[in-house]
């Protein structure tokens, strides 16, 4: 009995193998009038689990069975040494849909120069499904792109960009830089150059196949992947793999509809002026993806120096107005008075160094009259301790 995939179709011989074992021990447990033991309930239960996985992780054989997902495995890195390949963390995943979205909203309002403006252009929002894909690809550690990505929803287009530092480690080490790959996609249109004629219908141009992907106005979801390796010839890659969907670059398709800066026709089209990027469309909630901006990111904790500017600020600029002395208890009342409650941002922090004591009071200028009678007395008291010893007094 074969219990491992060992074809494209991704789980078929495993299901086909398996399951006839199973039913024929059921039928020999029946027939004998027998309870199935233990250790037989264990083995159906293992089969039964390790085939419903393989059937969850092969879901995208019914698609094409040379799907991505059913094709490669994951962290495989093509004999290349992997360093880092994992999912998008929060971060990532705002920094690469505020990129994005940026870039579209400049394009939106014609602010690219030689672009006309895009009336229908949606504000893209993160697609875990895509990323999946995509991180998948990226654990190939392979620059070019793969064959079949496609989902039940939509057809998928791809960015794929390496770039490596050969024999020293990235002077930003593992982390991505996904803000610069995805300029540098974008960029395509001034560096290279894209026609307006070209837009509509769309006249694919392979040296600025990223930026048209990007400028693609029906596309509303991405997904990103990312691998880290030491390649023996090239070195230290950084892996860079962008799906979107729906996908762009379809020739004879429209690539975006042009018109006034600012005028757009997103309820026309079904869709909500976005509240974040004016110029762009914001898709039905029902279509959407997930925002991590809303869900998820959460604001960096201050650091100490951050705190410690919060408390001074207000402090410095409330110097020339007192605050207010607390109020009096009411009459007959036994409370003590109230104790001022300072806001923590006005509480001024330690000094670092103790203040220095204050300075000792000018000693009072003496005056002549005081001299003379102290140049009287000390004489006098001379004399009367002479004397004294005479008892000329007693």
């Known amino acids: 009995m074969t219990t491992y995939c060992v074809d494209r179709s991704c789980g078929k011989s495993r299901l086909s193998s398996s399951i006839p074992f199973v039913i024929k021990l059921l039928q020999q447990q029946q027939q004998s009038n027998q309870q199935p033991s233990g250790q037989q309930l264990v083995v159906v239960a293992v089969i039964c689990c390790f085939l419903t996985g393989s059937s969850t992780a092969c879901d995208y054989q019914r698609l094409d069975p040379s799907h991505t997902m059913c094709v490669y495995t994951p962290r495989s890195c093509g004999g290349k040494t992997l360093i880092r390949a994992s999912g998008m963390s929060c971060h990532d995943k705002q920094v690469i849909l505020e990129t994005h979205n940026r870039l579209r909203q400049m394009l939106a309002l014609g602010q690219i120069r030689g672009q006309p403006p895009s009336l229908d252009m949606r504000e893209l929002v993160w697609d875990e499904e895509l990323a999946a894909i ?40 593992e982390e991505p830089e996904f803000k610069r790959q995805i300029e540098a996609w974008f960029n395509e249109v001034t560096q ?4 307006p004629k070209d837009i509509d219908p769309f006249n694919f141009n392979r040296q600025a196949g990223h930026y048209s992907q990007i400028a693609w106005s029906e596309t509303y979801a991405v997904g990103c992947g990312y691998a880290y390796f030491r390649d023996p010839q090239r070195g230290y890659t950084k ?117 220095p004591s204050p300075p000792a009071p ?31 007094f007693g």
């Open 239 to 355: 892996l860079y793999v962008c799906n979107y969907g729906p996908g762009g670059n379809v020739i004879g398709a429209t690539m975006y509809r042009t018109g006034r800066p600012g005028q757009t026709m997103c309820i026309n089209e079904g869709l909500a002026t976005s509240r974040r990027y004016p110029g762009l469309c914001e898709i039905p909630p029902s279509s959407a993806g997930v925002d991590y901006r809303d869900l998820m990111c959460t604001a960096p904790a201050t650091t100490p120096i951050d705190q410690l500017q919060l408390q001074l600020a207000p402090v410095s600029a409330a110097v020339n107005k007192p605050a207010l002395p607390p109020p009096l208890p009411s009459p007959g009342s036994s409370l003590a008075l109230p104790v001022p409650v300072t806001s923590p941002a006005l509480q001024q922090p330690p000094p670092i160094f103790p203040p």
């Open 192 to 195: 290279i150059g894209f026609r």
């Open 362 to 392: 000018p000693a009072p200028t003496p005056q002549i009259g005081d001299m003379v009678l102290r140049g009287m007395q000390s004489p006098l008291a001379g004399l009367a301790k002479l004397l004294g010893q005479y008892n000329l």
């Open 134 to 173: 995509a991180q998948r690809w990226a654990d190939q550690c392979n620059a070019g792109h793969d064959r079949l990505r496609r989902t039940d929803r939509f057809s998928v287009g791809q960015n794929v960009a390496a770039t490596w530092t050969f024999d020293k480690p990235s002077p930003t080490g």
